[in-house]
């Protein structure tokens, strides 16, 4: 561990007024600081007054983090490092290259704005060739995503040739152009208050343990929004609490000196380039302008407390400094400003021209333009049925032993797929593996069992218990062209990663206006049916997420389904969500051959379980199994026919199946495992309800799981969860309604 403390006055540079280099910097290089530190100040007071005359629709300002910002900026290199910064890093992205006309465009929304095209609020970066990666709004979200980036990039350049993409691959690979360097950097910043988010521990563990390239630059201004640091870091002090995590060089700046600054990156770059570990940057920063335009900071900071804030403004004890050293005279400065100021107007003056983002645009880019997963080129046949010894029956898998084939066989093919979560990787300590003292364990489920001793640890391989930063470093990873396959080991315990889910994963592609993607699969073993799985190992909830947008949701219900679901989820080019159920991993209905290394489903096509004429019954997951028993009987004892639909993927759906069954059967009951209110089948029954009712001789009907926790005990799992017999029952009533 390094640490550095700057002293927190203005340095002097080398002390001599002659002096030609002050910390690093060149007297160009310091006038050129100065610039675009006054440029950023500009804009945003040029916004300010455009936000009061109506003519902007929000203003976020980078005031009095201008010196710290062209500091970062000067220590790193654009289209070479990778950043993740926050909204107050205006003059990093000036310093970057970002002009001020394009941040004028993101001010008026408009459609040439090249980092959402009116999507995104100002201050929200995104600009692909400069590497600087499209920023959301939730605090500290984009912390995790750092970290997975400097690992794919790590990965990337430690696997050039591999990942290169085959000619004549028809996948997401043809859409991502990777590249890194070995002696990258990721930047990440944020401020004092989002210290105070668990993704931010989460991610600094992840950097430690990986030992990776990652800046962590926390720029402390003392606020967040009317909290103060003292109320919001026990102690007060960022630096203290960090000060032990291992790996880390660690810096302590006043931020608002440009030069200070400015040796300080370059000491935490340096480190990072060598390949030593991550750094920290705790930059003393100000806020002279209250938290955004919507707070006042009169109201809870007194002006003397404010005055103090001012004697430190970065601009101002700049612009002092190079007239002190003689860098620049009076006429130098006025110059400069008068520069600027033309340059600004100049922008200004476009931006305001520029047309907006046209409304029939609002949904492209929720998915990939290029690759449709649920097109015929993910339409294939399984391979011929192996025979087993007996010659008589096919060899049978389970959908465990199929999914577990099907990721084999895919990181066979793709060298950008790498598996991890907790417990997926056979044993950490590999050394037990080479001697041959374990077995190894791959996942609870073992869904990936053998799959690290295959394919080795850089690919698959343990993650710390944070499903945040499974899914966060996943989307990083993913954002680099990298394919993560990502376990999540309960689904009860996916919320932590919600965040990252809804926040970022899926907005990624939209809110970038099609500039960055994150293509991650997170598999997700889900369900009930367990005798003992108890409330929080068998609920489900697959709506909460068929509800986001840019989500795929799938949810197999036997082992060919799952093999081809699955291969379709690792080769298409969005985000996917692929739901397991843990009761039908081994069970033995639904098993089936191993259907090659080529087998895919596309999305969005159900499969018609059974076909009939007397009622439609539409579901999916472990209800399959469970509503067929049901028909059977029902056929058996009344003659009615059921038409079973079993949906495999639940966003997209396959309406076309299940409109032309309505039309044919007049009756409709949609059968799902999750509680009955507010669930998947009211979308369903909805939609049924409102384009098929000229058809329907019935009421649509749902049957589905009391609006309750799924309970520990047998007995009352099975009265909470739907049965056969309920099936059955409501089968039978609406067929003779
Ligand atoms: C997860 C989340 N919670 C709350 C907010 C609302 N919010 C926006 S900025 C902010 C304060 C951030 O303070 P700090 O991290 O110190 O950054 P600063 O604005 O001071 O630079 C809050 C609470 C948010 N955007 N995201
Ligand atoms: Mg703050």
């Known amino acids: 561990m390094a640490t550095t403390k700057t002293d927190p006055k203005l340095s002097v540079g080398s002390g001599s007024r002659k002096a030609k280099v002050y910390e690093g910097l060149s007297r160009e290089q310091l006038i050129q600081a100065y610039r675009l530190m006054y440029t950023s100040r500009r804009i945003d007071d040029r916004e300010i007054l455009l936000k009061r005359q109506q003519k902007i629709y929000f203003q976020m300002s980078g005031a009095g983090h201008e010196a710290v910002g062209v500091a970062a900026g000067l220590a790193l290199k654009p289209g070479y490092d990778w950043f993740y910064p926050y909204y107050r890093d205006r003059a990093l992205c000036l310093t970057l290259g970002v002009e001020p006309y394009q941040m004028f465009l993101q001010g008026v929304g408009a459609a040439d704005d090249p980092s959402s095209g009116g999507r995104q609020m100002p201050s929200h970066w995104s600009y692909p060739s400069l590497h600087i990666v499209t920023q959301s709004s939730p605090t500290g979200s984009q912390i995790l995503q750092a970290v997975g980036c400097?690992?794919?990039?790590?990965?990337?350049?430690?696997?050039?040739?591999?990942?290169?993409?085959?000619?004549?691959?028809?996948?997401?690979?043809?859409?991502?152009?990777?590249?890194?360097?070995?002696?990258?950097?990721?930047?990440?910043?944020?401020?004092?208050?989002?210290?105070?988010?668990?993704?931010?521990?989460?991610?600094?563990?992840?950097?430690?343990?990986?030992?990776?390239?990652?800046?962590?630059?926390?720029?402390?201004?003392?606020?967040?929004?009317?909290?103060?640091?003292?109320?919001?870091?026990?102690?007060?002090?960022?630096?203290?609490?960090?000060?032990?995590?291992?790996?880390?060089?660690?810096?302590?700046?006043?931020?608002?000196?440009?030069?200070?600054?400015?040796?300080?990156?370059?000491?935490?770059?340096?480190?990072?380039?060598?390949?030593?570990?991550?750094?920290?940057?705790?930059s003393h920063v100000i806020r002279p302008y209250s938290h955004s335009l919507s707070d006042d900071e009169r109201l809870?900071?007194?002006?003397?407390?404010?005055?103090?804030?001012?004697?430190?403004?970065?601009?101002?004890?700049?612009?002092?400094?190079?007239?002190?050293?003689?860098?620049?005279?009076?006429?130098?400065?006025?110059?400069?400003?008068?520069?600027?100021?033309?340059?600004?107007?100049?922008?200004?003056?476009?931006?305001?021209?520029?047309?907006?983002?046209?409304?029939?645009?609002?949904?492209?880019?929720?998915?990939?333009?290029?690759?449709?997963?649920s097109s015929s080129a993910f339409d294939t046949q399984p391979a011929v049925v192996e025979a087993s010894s007996d010659?008589?029956?096919?060899?049978?898998?389970?959908?465990?032993?199929?999914?577990?084939?099907?990721?084999?066989?895919?990181?066979?093919?793709?060298?950008?797929?790498?598996?991890?979560g907790e417990d997926v990787a056979d044993c950490s300590r590999e050394e037990y593996l080479r001697q041959k003292l374990v077995k190894g364990k791959g996942g609870v489920f073992k869904l990936t069992f053998g799959l690290q001793c295959e394919f080795g640890n850089d690919r698959v391989f343990n993650s710390p218990l944070a499903e945040a930063a499974i899914v966060g470093r996943a989307t990083g990873m993913a954002t680099r062209g990298l394919k993560p396959v990502v376990e999540i080991q309960f689904f009860d315990y996916i919320w932590p990663a919600m965040m990252q889910i809804?926040?970022?994963?899926?907005?990624?592609?939209?809110?970038?206006?099609?500039?960055?993607?994150?293509?991650?699969?997170?598999?997700?073993?889900?369900?009930?049916?367990?005798?003992?799985?108890?409330?929080?190992?068998?609920?489900?909830?697959?709506?909460?997420?068929?509800?986001?947008?840019?989500?795929?949701?799938?949810?197999?219900?036997?082992?060919?389904?799952?093999?081809?679901?699955?291969?379709?989820?690792?080769?298409?080019?969005?985000?996917?969500?692929?739901?397991?159920?843990?009761?039908?991993?081994?069970?033995s209905y639904g098993r089936a051959a191993y259907p090659g290394p080529e087998y895919m489903i596309p999305f969005g096509k159900a499969r018609i379980v059974q076909h009939g004429t007397d009622l439609t019954v539409i579901t999916y997951g472990a209800v399959v199994p469970r509503a067929l028993q049901a028909a059977q009987k029902l056929e058996r004892e009344q003659g009615i026919k059921v038409e079973l639909i079993d949906l495999r993927s639940l966003s997209p759906f396959d309406w076309d199946t299940i409109a032309a069954s309505v039309a044919k059967t007049n009756r409709a009951l949609v059968a799902y495992e999750d509680t009955l209110s507010w669930g998947y089948g009211a979308e369903i029954a909805a939609r049924i309800a409102d384009k098929l009712f000229d058809q329907l001789d019935a009421p649509v009907r749902r049957v589905a799981a009391k609006d309750t926790f799924v309970a520990y005990q047998p007995i009352l799992e099975d009265a909470i969860l739907p049965q056969p017999n309920d099936l059955y029952l409501a089968m039978k009533e609406l067929a003779k309604y």
Not at 231 to 240: D, E, F, K, L, Y
Not at 391 to 416: F, G, W
Not at 515 to 537: K, N, Q
Request: charged residues 25%; negative net charge.
């Open 150 to 282: 400097a690992e794919g990039g790590r990965y990337l350049s430690r696997r050039s040739k591999g990942t290169d993409v085959p000619s004549g691959a028809t996948d997401y690979r043809q859409f991502k152009n990777v590249s890194s360097q070995r002696d990258e950097v990721t930047y990440v910043s944020l401020g004092d208050g989002t210290s105070s988010e668990g993704e931010f521990w989460e991610a600094l563990n992840a950097a430690a343990l990986g030992k990776l390239p990652v800046i962590f630059c926390v720029e402390d201004n003392g606020y967040a929004i009317s909290v103060p640091v003292e109320v919001q870091t026990a102690g007060g002090s960022i630096s203290r609490l960090v000060s032990g995590f291992p790996n880390f060089h660690f810096e302590e700046v006043d931020g608002t000196d440009p030069m200070a600054s400015y040796a300080a990156f370059q000491r935490a770059v340096k480190y990072c380039r060598q390949g030593l570990g991550p750094a920290f940057v705790h």
């Open 502 to 587: 809804r926040d970022e994963l899926c907005t990624i592609r939209w809110r970038s206006n099609n500039g960055f993607s994150c293509p991650v699969v997170i598999r997700v073993a889900i369900g009930g049916y367990l005798t003992g799985g108890a409330i929080y190992h068998s609920q489900c909830g697959e709506s909460i997420f068929t509800h986001i947008p840019g989500l795929r949701v799938v949810f197999p219900s036997n082992s060919l389904d799952a093999a081809g679901l699955l291969r379709t989820a690792i080769r298409c080019d969005d985000p996917v969500l692929f739901l397991e159920h843990k009761r039908l991993y081994r069970e």
């Open 391 to 420: 010659a008589k029956k096919p060899t049978t898998k389970t959908m465990a032993d199929l999914i577990n084939a099907t990721l084999r066989d895919e990181m066979k093919r793709d060298e950008r797929i790498v598996i991890f």
């Open 300 to 373: 809870y900071r007194p002006e003397s407390e404010r005055e103090r804030d001012a004697q430190r403004d970065p601009v101002t004890r700049t612009q002092l400094y190079l007239l002190r050293e003689g860098i620049l005279d009076d006429k130098g400065i006025n110059q400069l400003e008068k520069e600027v100021e033309a340059e600004l107007q100049a922008a200004v003056d476009r931006a305001l021209e520029a047309l907006p983002a046209a409304p029939e645009s609002v949904m492209n880019f929720l998915f990939s333009p290029d690759v449709d997963p």
